[in-house]
């Protein structure tokens, strides 16, 4: 078997020399390293040898597979370099590069951050990780609440003096601000929020929402409602109807909610208006006096509101988006329609 073998490295070294093509490799790939080649034939009968001559005979083999396998590598690399240099066909269309642009989620960001500019508010960006204090006691959520629960927030493990955490919303941002700040306040506060949740159409571990605060003496719930349809109007179109509805937050008191008119059916009822003809778009409210109480700022003095955009959800409506997982998914070709 070593004779073969010494004969074969012998054909190598010739061959090497006289592949001037593609065509002429590939008759040397068939005849030595495919699957029926040479070399195949040769590992099997190298199976069958006695255990006295495995060593020596399995190392040549190997050494002369090596060589024919570089052979061909080499061959093949400068084959290739060969016809890119040689061969390249100027008549043909130049090569198309995609442009970057915005992600649908900054291009809102963008919006709602110059549609609050126009009427007076800064932008304030808080941090994703807080405490139990900023983002639920201050905030009037008590340790029974079931947000708090394990099951809902993410809490940071380690030894530390407080309880840590991914902030469920944006709206510990109030309390910065409010700490930070003597009023007039009047900010919104964008940024991602994390909650532990079954992944769904509906719902992700991460996702978006812009908070606004507005605090002075003698802030009423005719401005909240005044600045709330201003908002709607601008981000959705002008000719949109926009109402509030009673509901609760602990933050916020009394506290409300608001929906456009659905447009999708002009608001007749349609399934993405669960049939009401409304789509709820916010949370908002009044400052509520504990609040206030947690910053140190006097109720009777200073007065406020708050509301809370869920940015995705918010989009979904806008764009008739069926999957909020769509927004994280990278494919340019949903990416591309905005
Ligand atoms: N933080 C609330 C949530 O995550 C949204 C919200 C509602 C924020 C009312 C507010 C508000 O500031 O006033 O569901």
Known sequence: MLDIIEKIKADLEKAKNLIKDNESLEEFRLKYLSRKGLFSTLFEEFRTLPGSEKGKVGKILNETK??????????SESLSGNKSDSDEDYSLPGKTFNTGSKHLITQALDDITAIFRKIGFSVYEGTEIED??????????????????????????????????????????????????????????????????????????MFHQVDGLFVDTNVTFTDLKGTMDFFAKEFFGKGLKTRL??????FTEPSAEMDVECYLCNSKGCRICKYTGWLEILGCGMVDPSVFDAVNLDPEKYSGFAFGIGLERTLMIRHNIPDIRMFYENDIRFLKQF
């Open 245 to 250: 509805r009673p509901s609760y937050f602990p």
């Open 66 to 75: 090596n060589l024919a396998q570089n052979i061909f590598d080499m061959l």
């Open 132 to 205: 139990e204090f900023y983002n639920f006691d201050a905030l009037n959520t008590p340790d029974y609440h079931p947000s708090r629960d394990m099951q809902d927030t993410f809490y940071l493990k380690g030894d530390f003096e407080k309880r840590y955490l991914l902030r469920t919303h944006t709206t510990p941002g109030q309390i910065h601000l409010m700490k930070n700040y003597k009023p007039p306040i009047r900010a919104i506060f964008p940024g991602k929020v994390f909650r532990n949740e079954a992944i769904s159409a509906r719902a992700l571990g």
